[in-house]
């Protein structure tokens, strides 16, 4: 899922300094699983801003809401309903999400309430780590199910550097040397022999590097 | 400010805190009326959320008192606790509040005098500090209208 980290108090206040009526929106989507913009967050956040405003002896109104995701029409439209009553959104959803209410709300300044941050798993609760870097051409099979792009600090595809030093990456001790991940995890499953095969030269164009993506299922359009 | 009494909440788990109030009432044990206590089945109950309306109902200062640690009912709920409080306590920083007005204790049952120490404690940190920022901004909001009002009279 992605995952994304709250903004800082400081950085948010500053956002909506022109604003006294907004609405703090969440979604039950992503970042609710990795507690950065679900519910409990939105209710946090805007007690927060409350409490801030009213230091400065100034007021804020804060409609509290959590859609069940942002980044498609249907679950915006509840928000129509009371949209126009307020100044601005200020969107705790992944930045897909945000940009959707934004293109759906034209007349609302949106702001984002969190960085959004990688694809990535729940280790453990409270811990998440990037797995996957949508690189749109996907080598796992070849590589014992451990991504080279994303799990590799510089993304190589045939093997290590020199830096891979006791397991660990050497621009941190604390991060795993993503081939010797896979060098581990081919030899568990007895297939060693994937590591003779040469990944060819990436062709980034199906990555970020071609430009903005589409997806489409013509079997699916109405 | 030197008659300012302080509202202060207090987060009491049932088993620990609660009862060390209950044990300071039987041993009629001084300590000061500005604490307000809302008992919980265990502080590993408490939300962030709770912490903040507090301060945003107009408390002065607010504490979480739980089991002491590896002694919780619940085993580890004080020490989720802990860490929330420790959470809480920088979101009020930004929030201009201040982390100090925010604290966490550990008692056991039987300490009703550390639970009166504690509210005496609390009581007079939070009446050093003075009033919670949002009621100084609004008491300095009214008298800067009140002012006004006084200058139009005239």
Known sequence: ?222 | MNNFEPTIVAFCCHFCAYTAADLAGTMRLQYPPNIRIVRIPCTGKVDIRFLLEAFEKGADGVYVAGCLEGDCHYLKGNFRAKKRVALAKRILEDAGIGGERLEMYNMSAAMGPRFAEVAREVTERIRQLGPSPIKRAKSMAHSAKSKEQRAKSK
């Open chain 1, 1 to 222: 899922m992605i995952i994304a980290e709250g903004k800082p108090i400081k950085e948010i206040l500053a956002m909506i300094d022109a604003y006294d009526k907004i609405i703090v929106a969440g979604c039950k989507g992503c970042v609710t699983v990795c507690s950065a913009g679900g519910e409990k967050e939105v209710g946090i956040l805007s007690s927060a801003l409350r409490l801030a405003r009213q230091t400065q002896g100034r007021s804020l109104e804060i409609k509290e809401v959590t859609l069940e995701r942002q980044c498609d029409t249907e679950y915006l439209e509840p928000m129509r309903e009371y949209a126009d009553q307020y100044q601005a959104i200020l969107s705790l959803a992944c930045g897909a999400g945000i940009q959707f209410v934004a293109e759906k709300f034209r007349k609302h300044p949106v702001l984002p309430g969190v960085n959004t941050q990688f694809i990535g798993v729940t280790e453990e609760q409270g811990v998440w780590t990037e797995r996957c870097q949508s690189c749109g051409n996907c080598v796992l099979d070849r590589t014992g199910g451990i991504c080279p792009v994303a799990r590799c600090s510089k993304s190589l595809f045939n093997g290590p550097c020199g830096g891979s030093k006791g397991g660990k990456c050497e621009i941190d001790p604390q991060v795993d040397c993503g081939w010797q991940l896979i060098y581990e995890r081919l030899q568990e499953l007895g297939q060693l022999e994937k590591l003779e095969i040469v990944l060819p030269v990436k062709d980034w164009s199906t990555s970020r590097d071609g430009g903005p993506r589409k997806r489409i299922r013509e079997d699916l359009k109405i």
